[in-house]
Every structure is written in structure tokens, then in C-alpha cells.
């Protein structure tokens, strides 16, 4: 199955500040099946990307995908106090389905 | 607006059997696929199964087959995970899920807010 490796595990930044997020694949995962959730606790995740690039209905435009093959990136133009949370990575191209560990994003 | 709402998770001793169930409303439900994911205390996010909206075909990780069985009722807006054969490593809160329509292999759009299973002696 497919490994996705994110890093950092966790982040510490504060409001206004730009976040990276990165997921590496242990082998190419094309872009249209790849996506990017926010989970808070207590709450299931919820979708900010798929296709690698496309934002899910609702989703504040700060928040942007990139990448293809092996290397994903979610980045957070301006932080907002809710967008601390973690995050986790997904690919759902090649079966089993299968997510990242997920990175902390904290207030710092 | 969408909600899928889960129940049945309960504490159970290993060898044990649960079922859980998700009541869907706010879309229309024969027309989606329809996933379980779980996430052990503390953990990432692990699939379990799912079930196609169309055909009605079923998929299991190789760590629940055979003991998971996934099942719809299209007439009652409710998927079903029945699970058998319970183990310490199968304590996890149960997702229930909605995948997108996007005409292939699709993201999961919707999520629950999950039930609690703790197999345990």
C-alpha cells in the first residue's frame, strides 16, 4: 500500500503567518487522486482539497494545493485563529485508501 | 445540508460483535458512495470499507475482511458496518462518510462526527 509520510508532525505558528505543509508519497500518486483535510477535535475531517489543486465547496480561497508524483504541498496563505487544527493528507487513487499521520498546526 | 450521523459504538470484549449504523439526510443517499474510515485514540485516519452507490459493491482493508461486513438500506437512508470477531486493535471512533460524484476513484467530501468502539476484557 501507499505510504504517505507528512512533515512537520507539528507546527508552530502564529495568526497572519504563512503555513507549508508537506506529504510525501512512498511511490507517484496522480494528482487528480490526491486530497487535504482539516480535523478538529471532536469533530470528523474536513475537505479543503482534492485533485491535488481544487478547493471543496466553502473552502476560503488562503487555503491552496499543490504538487504531483511523490511531493504534495498544502499551504496557508494567512493563518486565521480556526485554521488551527490538523491535518491529513489522502490518496485515493491506488486502493487501499490511505492518509498521512497528519501535522499539528498550532498556535505558537 | 448533508449530515450523516453515527451509532452503536459501545465497549465489548474481544471475539465480540457490534453493528454500527450512520442515518444519512440532506442528500440523496441511493445515488452515493459511502465509506467507514477509523481512527484509533490518539491516531491517523485508517479506511475500513466501503460501498458503491450504483452497484452496491463492497471493499474491505485486508485488516477487517472477513470479520466486517458493509451493508446499505437505500429505503431507510442508513449504512450498516456489522463487525465480528472484535480485536484490542479494532478500539477506534468510526467514521461514516460520503464520497463525492466525480465519475471515478472520488475524495470523501462528507464526514460524520463519529461513534466509539473500545474492544476490551
Known amino acids: 500500500e501507499i505510504v504517505l509520510t507528512q512533515s512537520p508532525g507539528t507546527l508552530s505558528l502564529s495568526p497572519g503567518e504563512r503555513a507549508t505543509l508537506s506529504c510525501r508519497a512512498s511511490?507517484?500518486?496522480?494528482?487528480?487522486?490526491f486530497a487535504w483535510y482539516q480535523q478538529k477535535p471532536g469533530q470528523g475531517p474536513r475537505l479543503l482539497i482534492y485533485?491535488?489543486?481544487s478547493r471543496a465547496t466553502g473552502i476560503p480561497d488562503r487555503f491552496s494545493g499543490s504538487g504531483s508524483g511523490t511531493d504534495f504541498t498544502l499551504t496557508i496563505s494567512r493563518l486565521e485563529p480556526e485554521d488551527f487544527a490538523v491535518y491529513y493528507c489522502?490518496?485515493?487513487?491506488?486502493?487501499?485508501?490511505?492518509f498521512g499521520q497528519g501535522t499539528n498546526l498550532e498556535i505558537k | 445540508e448533508v449530515q450523516l450521523v453515527e451509532s452503536g459504538g459501545d465497549l465489548i470484549q474481544p471475539g465480540g460483535s457490534l453493528r454500527l449504523s450512520c442515518t444519512a439526510s440532506?442528500?440523496?443517499?441511493?445515488?452515493?458512495?459511502l465509506t467507514w474510515v477509523r481512527q484509533a485514540p490518539g491516531k491517523g485516519l485508517e479506511w475500513v470499507s466501503s460501498?458503491?452507490?450504483?452497484?452496491?459493491?463492497?471493499y474491505y482493508a485486508d485488516s477487517v475482511r472477513g470479520r466486517f461486513t458493509i451493508s446499505r438500506d437505500n429505503s431507510k437512508n442508513t449504512l450498516y458496518l456489522q463487525m465480528n470477531s472484535l480485536r484490542v486493535e479494532d478500539s477506534a471512533i468510526y467514521y461514516c462518510?460520503?464520497?463525492?460524484?466525480?465519475?471515478?476513484?472520488?475524495?470523501?467530501?462528507?464526514w460524520g462526527q463519529g461513534t466509539l468502539v473500545t474492544v476490551s476484557s
Open positions: 440532506g442528500f440523496s443517499f441511493n445515488t452515493y458512495g
Open positions: 460501498v458503491s452507490g450504483k452497484t452496491g459493491r463492497t
Open positions: 489522502h490518496q485515493y487513487g491506488i486502493p487501499p485508501r490511505t
Open positions: 462518510a460520503r464520497f463525492m460524484h466525480c465519475g471515478g476513484d472520488c475524495p470523501i467530501d462528507y
Open positions: 511511490q507517484s500518486v496522480s494528482s487528480t487522486y
Open positions: 485533485a491535488a489543486s
